[in-house]
């Protein structure tokens, strides 16, 4: 019976531990957090990813605990509107696209493999021994036929197994910060925004969340900061938002007593190869597109069938490498490209987006100015034929 350990409980993590159980292999999941994670932001899935999440029998579970948001409106300076847009189409969704907070997601997929997958919460790999032998933090060393790192963008097994970070990261220029906050403003499923030269800031309620959720993204060089020093960076936010206007003095001000404040660059992942020895990466681990690709959830649904489903017939480490990898490029390339369009980076720029915005329900070329927006995440979030496994 081949054993394989999973690191990281998130998406990638539980997506790729129901395929392989599916296939017969048996699975252990160590995550360092001490149960599945709650809450977070909201996430979109999108093309193949619908067709795994269907083919888990999960897709009337996702659709039914969708976010269900209706329109995003931008603010001026002074909190006047500007513009107000369908939400959907903020978000780049299409068609059956869907959007979900990213703990509803993982929630229902640790559901589905609780209970014939072995859990290990509050635990993490500190090792891996050429013959797959694994040791923990706190649970005893066991050995294993494959490790699956699916341990998100600042990977642990990606620097056991392929070594440090940096030689792996491509930062795209820019920073982002996401926590909970009083639903102040009284919004009820719609985002509102505030986009300043070089700034965004953009909270949102959905309908299961009574309270919001609080995003800034601004441009900046890369800056220095302790991961663990939660206070700094919530003072390196407070100072990258200083002087903005709309409702971001009362938001900083929220943000102070947060307590899952999250902070990171906006940064991709990209290495040659996802494999070496016992060890494979799935999910942002290996080739994370960054939050701004807005694709990220959907290429660790679509990157853990495929890795499963080659492991299980015979293609392994080449067959999961060959078969994403064209998938993998055509979304990350999305990130440094949507990115401009959240922060902008000039005066001119900025008032031509307003303005577009808001004319856009008027405007004779409407449909094609959507489509060139919508398109390309759509053709990316398409661009792989999904082989049938389980045949
Ligand atoms: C603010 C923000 C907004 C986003 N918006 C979108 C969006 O709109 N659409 C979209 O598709 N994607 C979005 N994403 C990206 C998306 O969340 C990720 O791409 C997706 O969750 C990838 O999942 P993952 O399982 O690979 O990694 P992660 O979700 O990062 O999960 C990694 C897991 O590994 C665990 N772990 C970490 N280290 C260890 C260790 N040493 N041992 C054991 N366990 C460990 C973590 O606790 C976590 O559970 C966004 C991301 C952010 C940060």
Redesign the pocket.
Known sequence: MTNILI???????TTTAYWLRRHGFTVTV????PAI?EG??????RGAALQVIERMGLLEAVRARSTDMRVATHYDAQGRPVATLDAALF?GRTGDDL?IM?GDLNELLYDLTRDDVEYLFD???TAIAEDGTVTFERSPQRRFDFIVG????????RRIAFGEESRFVRDLGYY?S?CTVPNTLGLDREEAVHASVGRTANVYSTRQDTGAKA?FMWSSPPLAYDHRDVAGQKALLTQAMAGAGWEVPELLESVRGAKDF?F?SVSQIHMDHWSKGRVLL????GY??S?A????????IVGAYVLAGELATGGGAEGYERELRPFVEANQALGPANVKGMVIDSKAALWIQLKLMRLLPRLPGRDRMIERVTGPIHRAANAISLKNYME
Do not use: F, N
């Open positions: 690191s990281g409980a998130s998406i990638a993590g160590v995550e360092r957090a994670r977070g932001y909201k996430v979109d899935v978000g959007e990213r635990d993490s790999v699916a341990d998100g963008a600042h990977s642990t097994t982002i996401i995003l999250y990171d799935v999910g942002d681990a994370c597109a939050p690709s807005g694709q990220g959830t959907s290429l660790a």
